[in-house]
Nanobody
Framework: VQLQASGGGLVQAGESLRLSCKASRNVFTFHYMGWYRQAPGAQRELVATVANRGSTTYADSVKGRFTISRDRGDNTVNLQMNSLKPEDTGVYYC?????????WGKGTLVTVSS
């Protein structure tokens, strides 16, 4: 399984970005797909996940600002990020899980300036 993330960039606080992760197989075959991020000097943390049946979870810090979704047509899982804050800065990684196997894509850098 290959996961390719895109959409990162440099934005100012308050602006929006949309991250996309294209999977090499149907995204609806995974039990969970999600986005994690790692800020400089920090551990990787959960941002948002979507389960196979569609339920979603979000980190408290992004609730109400970020939305995770899946697109069956092009096998992508997307993260719409609004009202970005400098503390959202980090490398964002796409993750897919099926049973006990976890797949990771290469990260995409998001930098939010104040």
């Amino acid at each position: 399984v290959q996961l390719q993330a895109s959409g990162g960039g440099l934005v100012q606080a308050g602006e929006s970005l949309r991250l996309s992760c294209k999977a090499s197989r149907n995204v609806f075959t995974f039990h969970y797909m999600g986005w994690y991020r790692q800020a400089p000097g920090a551990q990787r943390e959960l941002v948002a996940t979507v389960a196979n049946r569609g339920s979603t979870t979000y980190a408290d810090s992004v609730k109400g600002r970020f939305t995770i979704s899946r697109d069956r047509g092009d096998n992508t899982v997307n993260l719409q990020m609004n009202s970005l804050k400098p503390e959202d800065t980090g490398v964002y990684y796409c993750n897919a899980r099926r049973a006990s196997i976890s797949y990771w894509g290469k990260g995409t850098l998001v930098t939010v300036s104040s």
